[in-house]
């Protein structure tokens, strides 16, 4: 049972089964409540089902100092207090999971016997969902290199690169629910209007340009997060207006995901990325 704390300032904190600090208790990774909508009419057994969402994730963290000394028990105390503060975001690592929190509680209680300081950490974390630690990166449309070293050029020639062949790719989201993902096109030369298709669900995003050799435009598909923007080098601009009014912001499904590229003009000068975090229930 070992687990980190990260602040937005980057300072971490380990807790574990050792000194100095000792976890004994851990709750709420596993599990998650949910709020359910319903509607009941008058004289009606029972209620329609509406909706059903997932409250905010708590997770209570326990356990004790363990130091030689009370003043080093005063110095791990004030390193803890200032690491779980309140005024700062973090972030969870568990399991080789991870989840966003801000800090609802962080103190301690002595015991008037052994004269222990135990601490006691309650996270609220609000999305309920762990996600992976790194990020999942599929290329759609892609040069695959053929370059091996040592380096020997034959007489005939030889290729640097291939295009890869397909059009279509299947994307599979290992989580347990939809999650949002940012799509990266890349144009090698003149691309008009870029897009990318699930074929499952026919939902699309479209970007009415025309790219020339260099431009990049990122989509962001995220719930609370959906963007457009323009990349030059280190300069990022607002594209949200480049979108087609029919575009939606599709999320992967758990599962696969069959997605297919496409452009109106020099579609093999398209490059095509997708980037995502599966998301887990629990861990």
Same mark, same amino acid.
């Given at each position: 049972?070992? *687990?980190?704390?990260?602040?937005?300032?980057?300072?971490?904190?380990?807790?574990?089964?050792?000194?100095?600090?000792?976890?004994?208790?851990?709750?709420?990774?596993?599990?998650?409540?949910?709020?359910?909508?319903?509607?009941?009419?008058?004289?009606?057994?029972?209620?329609?089902?509406?909706?059903?969402?997932?409250?905010?994730?708590?997770?209570?963290?326990?356990?004790?100092?363990?130091?030689?000394?009370?003043?080093?028990?005063?110095?791990?105390?004030?390193?803890?207090?200032?690491?779980?503060?309140?005024?700062?975001?973090?972030? *969870?690592?568990?399991?080789?999971? &991870?989840?966003?929190?801000?800090?609802?509680?962080?103190?301690?209680?002595?015991?008037?016997?052994?004269?222990?300081?135990?601490?006691?950490?309650?996270?609220?974390?609000?999305?309920?969902?762990?996600?992976?630690?790194?990020?999942?990166?599929?290329?759609?449309?892609?040069?695959?290199?053929?370059?091996?070293?040592?380096?020997?050029?034959?007489?005939?020639?030889?290729?640097?690169?291939?295009?890869?062949?397909?059009?279509?790719?299947?994307?599979?989201?290992?989580?347990?629910?939809?999650?949002?993902?940012?799509?990266?096109?890349?144009?090698?030369?003149?691309?008009?209007?870029?897009?990318?298709?699930?074929?499952?669900?026919?939902?699309?995003?479209?970007?009415?340009?025309?790219?020339?050799?260099?431009?990049?435009?990122?989509?962001?598909?995220?719930?609370?997060?959906?963007?457009?923007?323009?990349?030059?080098?280190?300069?990022?601009?607002?594209?949200?207006?480049?979108?087609?009014?029919?575009?939606?912001?599709?999320? *992967?499904?758990?599962?696969?995901?069959?997605?297919?590229?496409?452009?109106?003009?020099?579609?093999?000068?398209?490059?095509?990325?997708?980037?995502?975090?599966? &998301?887990?229930?629990?861990?």
């Amino acid at each position: 049972m070992e *687990l980190t704390y990260i602040n937005e300032d980057g300072r971490s904190i380990t807790l574990k089964q050792s000194r100095p600090y000792f976890l004994t208790k851990i709750d709420g990774t596993g599990n998650v409540r949910q709020t359910v909508n319903t509607f009941k009419a008058p004289d009606q057994d029972g209620a329609f089902y509406i909706s059903s969402t997932l409250d905010m994730r708590n997770i209570i963290l326990e356990g004790t100092v363990v130091a030689n000394t009370p003043d080093d028990a005063y110095v791990w105390r004030q390193r803890f207090l200032q690491i779980f503060s309140p005024k700062l975001n973090g972030m *969870l690592v568990y399991r080789e999971r &991870q989840i966003a929190c801000v800090v609802e509680e962080a103190g301690f209680t002595v015991s008037t016997r052994q004269r222990i300081p135990n601490f006691f950490v309650s996270l609220l974390c609000p999305s309920p969902f762990f996600e992976t630690l790194d990020e999942v990166r599929e290329e759609l449309a892609s040069w695959i290199p053929l370059l091996e070293f040592e380096l020997e050029i034959p007489e005939s020639g030889m290729e640097f690169g291939m295009r890869q062949p397909s059009q279509i790719i299947t994307v599979e989201n290992i989580g347990d629910v939809s999650c949002g993902c940012e799509i990266v096109f890349q144009a090698l030369g003149t691309v008009t209007n870029p897009e990318l298709l699930n074929i499952d669900t026919g939902e699309y995003i479209r970007l009415l340009t025309t790219m020339n050799a260099g431009d990049e435009l990122r989509v962001y598909t995220h719930f609370a997060g959906k963007r457009v923007v323009s990349v030059n080098g280190t300069v990022v601009t607002n594209a949200f207006s480049l979108l087609d009014t029919d575009s939606v912001f599709f999320q *992967l499904a758990s599962g696969i995901n069959t997605l297919r590229y496409d452009a109106s003009v020099n579609m093999e000068l398209l490059e095509v990325s997708i980037y995502y975090r599966p &998301q887990f229930l629990g861990v």
